[in-house]
């Protein structure tokens, strides 16, 4: 459908940007405009900065921060210390915000695809004409009656942007899918059976004294690091009793090296470590009958099953080791179990997963101090925390639906389904029987780069938003996002530059004449009126006569919350499963254990140089993908850090360069995710490899999600030598702008 320039600019809601100051007292009267201009003009007083309160959007945590604002510029973010997720602290991800918003290869203006896909062959275009080429395919389905054969795939998004996706897909028609290449779906179904909750409980690390924790790397990459890290400074040192760490894995990982124990387990073995847990205080009578009568089903003896001395082989570690843990655990007074990471990714997850955290109704420790404390309802309804990622399972059926004919329009915003999803999914070669994909990004990815039509959307720091914490605090909290500087690509009119996703589906529901049920038009205006039901309640951190004076108090602080408004203090105990023992796939002689990288997580950082550069917390390699080997095995073999070996899994493979690592078991190799871009941009296309391309197809059991950590690979070296980049050397290879002369740095080092 065609878009006259007055339907447009009353659809999108025009291109002003606003924000609020941060400040430490006091509220603001009304909303400041803030200005960006190209060429500063002559009566703008310079050298004045002002800060501004938002939320950061590199990773799931969206983390609470204040921007530092001269002259119409962002230059420094800095955790808003207001904000009770992060309480003033933040990630360095968090700082890399700034290089997106400013990223060069940033697309500014809607495009449409002129040569083949993947040629990156493509033309602008104005809004108008992009907004009526996305209605006009929809409309044809809707004529048609085929509205099911439109699919609408993001990140996981909550707040208002996800209930804005949401309806959009619902009232139209359209499937909808969420995606997240290390899915969070075995872990959050399990919170929700054990604990009734849809989003992450408040784990009270804060005044624990003693943390068990399997597989999850809280302080470098699971769930909320920033949140996590600042409750173990407590934990270890806020208290007269020092907290003590007990960390299970396969991996020697950041927190495992934090830990007062490290237990190395066999990969897939952490939840049979649990349930052995459960058996061995459950045998000594440390828990209720009530409980036990819960966990077991009305009858204890299948848990003999697992005892220490039936299981310790398998684990691979003494039943001696199994009993003093569990001695420990029970004797502790504010005893807490957290899991997740590769304990939750193998074809046993969901029942791991389940026996750790059932732990903690072994403990006793349900909405009390040290323990978890679960979080109530959201205050507004029908605005939730973001949801897990579909499974691995459902994309391939989706896959199948693809080659089958049944998708005409893919749109995707903020999932990069050609670089995430596994090369045995099929996906790459069935998207060419989708006649129009669409992408919303705002950068150039695997993905955006093969869509038929381009949808650029603002960065963050130029948009509205809300949040609902993955990582609850147990009370009722609603994250504020404003944007902090007018879009980078205003100067370039309202037909083009870049858009906000919420507005895009608004103007499109609107020219379709789709009813989403909600009370405005623009994405902002429909965020101020849940502001307004803030507002209503009379309760929470705002104070204030009127609905102007609270929501300027609102964007001033961060957010709104009410610390009085807790969740339950207690659920019931669910049944234990019994679980099996884990499935490998594949005939190679290492396991291969990958991790999520510290600086670019699963790959989604991959753009930005500062993440690039970021030195992992145990190896200090960056810029590259480097593998892991015991260096004992690596002396027996001939391989020296720096060379170039090939990991081969069911005929895919990557190259890598070698690492020896002592931590690192003999009969294993370990991987960070997040390299192997075959687009993004001038910093990450073709550098390093692609570890999701070959992993093999093997589910959790229960909820189909991918069982990533379940795979065994081969190693081979291929002769060629490069110097690892690490946080101490110089990088041999470095990107180079073309525009910019840079200074090469030279090294005498040799092989």
């Known amino acids: 459908m065609a878009l006259n320039r007055r339907q447009f600019l009353t659809l999108m809601g025009g291109s002003?940007?606003?924000?609020?100051?941060?400040?430490?007292?006091?509220?603001?009267?009304?909303?400041?405009?803030?200005?960006?201009?190209?060429?500063?003009?002559?009566?703008?007083?310079?050298g004045i900065d002002n800060w501004y309160a938002t939320s950061c959007r590199q990773c799931d945590t969206a983390e609470g921060i204040v921007v530092r604002v001269m002259e119409g510029r962002a230059k420094k973010i800095e955790g808003n210390i207001d904000y009770p997720i992060n309480v003033g602290k933040h990630s360095p991800r968090c700082e890399a915000g700034l290089q997106a918003l400013y990223h060069p290869d940033r697309i500014s203006s809607p495009l449409v695809r002129t040569g083949p896909r993947g040629s990156g062959e493509y033309r602008e275009i104005s809004w108008e004409d992009a907004i009526g080429r996305l209605t006009n395919e929809l409309q044809n389905l809707e004529d048609s009656g085929d509205q099911n054969q439109a699919v609408l795939v993001t990140n996981p998004i909550g707040g208002h942007l996800g209930l804005v996706a949401d309806k959009f897909a619902g009232e139209f028609g359209a499937r909808r899918f969420t995606y997240e290449p290390l899915e969070t779906s075995v872990v959050r179904k399990v919170l929700f059976d054990v604990f009734g909750q849809k989003a992450m409980p408040d784990f009270d690390i804060d005044n624990s004294d003693y943390l068990l924790s399997f597989g999850a790397d809280f302080l470098s990459t699971w769930v909320s690091p920033t949140r996590y890290s600042r409750g173990y400074g407590e934990f270890r040192q806020g208290h007269d009793h020092r907290g003590k760490l007990v960390h299970i894995d396969s991996r020697f990982s950041a927190t495992a090296a934090n830990a007062d124990e490290w237990i190395r387990v066999n990969p897939g073995t952490e939840g049979l470590f649990a349930l052995s847990v459960i058996q061995s205080i459950v045998?000594?009578?440390?828990?209720?009958?009530?409980?036990?009568?819960?966990?077991?089903?009305?009858?204890?003896?299948?848990?003999?099953?697992?005892?220490?001395?039936?299981?310790?082989?398998?684990?691979?570690?003494?039943?001696?080791?199994?009993?003093?843990?569990?001695?420990?655990?029970?004797?502790?007074?504010?005893?807490?179990?957290?899991g997740g990471g590769s304990a939750a990714a193998h074809s046993n997850g969901y029942s791991a997963i389940k026996a750790i955290f059932s732990l903690n109704h072994v403990a006793d420790n349900i909405g009390k101090k040290g323990g978890v404390i679960l979080n109530p309802d959201s205050p507004v309804k029908g605005l939730e925390a973001a949801p897990a990622g579909n499974s691995f399972a459902e994309f391939q059926r989706l896959t199948e639906d693809m080659q089958s004919g049944t998708v005409k329009v893919l749109m995707v915003r903020g999932a990069d389904l050609f670089y995430g999803l596994p090369d045995i999914s099929g996906f790459k070669g069935r998207s060419a029987s989708v006649p129009m994909i669409v992408s919303f990004g705002g950068m150039m990815d695997d993905t955006t780069?093969?869509?038929?039509?381009?949808?650029?959307?603002?960065?963050?720091?130029?948009?509205?938003?809300?949040?609902?914490?993955?990582?609850?605090?147990?009370?009722?909290?609603?994250?504020?996002?404003?944007?902090?500087?007018?879009?980078?690509?205003?100067?370039?009119?309202?037909?083009?530059?870049?858009?906000?996703?919420?507005?895009?589906?608004?103007?499109?529901?609107?020219?379709?004449?789709?009813?989403?049920?909600?009370?405005?038009d623009t994405f902002k205006e429909v965020i101020r009126e849940s502001a307004r039901e803030l507002f209503g309640l009379g309760r929470g951190s705002i104070n204030a006569p009127t609905f102007e004076s609270f929501w300027n108090g609102v964007l001033q602080r961060g957010g709104w919350w009410d610390v009085n408004a807790k969740g339950p203090s207690s659920v019931e105990p669910t049944r234990l499963d019994g679980i099996l023992s884990p499935v490998i796939s594949g005939s190679g002689e290492f396991s291969l254990m990958p991790f999520a990288s510290a600086s670019l997580l699963d790959g989604r950082n991959a753009s930005l140089p500062w993440m690039q550069g970021m030195p992992d917390p145990i190896s200090t390699a960056t810029w590259q993908t480097w593998v892991e080997i015991n260096?004992?095995?690596?002396?027996?073999?001939?391989?020296?850090?720096?060379?170039?070996?090939?990991?081969?899994?069911?005929?895919?493979?990557?190259?890598?360069?070698?690492?020896?690592n002592p931590a690192t078991p003999p009969d294993a190799v370990s991987i960070p995710f997040g390299q192997g871009h075959r687009d993004g941009g001038r910093y990450s296309a073709g550098r390093g490899g692609n570890l999701l391309a070959i992993l093999d197809a093997v589910h959790d059991q229960t909820t189909g999600a991918l069982a990533w950590a379940a795979n065994k690979v081969s190693v081979t070296p291929t002769g060629e030598w490069v110097r690892v980049p690490k946080f101490e050397n110089t990088v041999p290879e470095f990107p180079r702008d073309e525009h910019n002369h840079v200074i090469e740095l030279t090294s005498d080092d040799s092989h």
């Open 16 to 46: 002003a940007g606003a924000a609020v100051f941060f400040q430490a007292c006091g509220i603001p009267e009304k909303e400041l405009l803030i200005d960006s201009p190209i060429e500063m003009p002559e009566d703008l007083v310079t």
């Open 283 to 338: 045998s000594e009578g440390h828990i209720s009958d009530s409980v036990v009568s819960a966990l077991t089903g009305g009858d204890s003896d299948w848990l003999s099953t697992y005892s220490p001395e039936n299981v310790s082989e398998e684990i691979g570690v003494t039943s001696e080791t199994i009993l003093h843990v569990a001695e420990d655990f029970s004797h502790s007074n504010h005893a807490l179990a957290v």
């Open 449 to 520: 780069s093969m869509a038929d039509l381009i949808l650029p959307e603002h960065h963050y720091l130029e948009d509205w938003g809300t949040d609902i914490p993955l990582a609850g605090v147990g009370y009722e909290l609603v994250g504020f996002q404003q944007p902090v500087v007018r879009p980078f690509f205003e100067n370039r009119g309202d037909n083009l530059g870049t858009k906000g996703f919420g507005d895009v589906l608004l103007a499109v529901a609107q020219v379709m004449q789709i009813d989403l049920g909600l009370s405005a």
């Open 631 to 660: 260096h004992k095995v690596a002396d027996e073999r001939g391989i020296k850090e720096g060379d170039v070996v090939t990991v081969s899994a069911s005929g895919r493979s990557i190259t890598g360069l070698a690492m020896p």
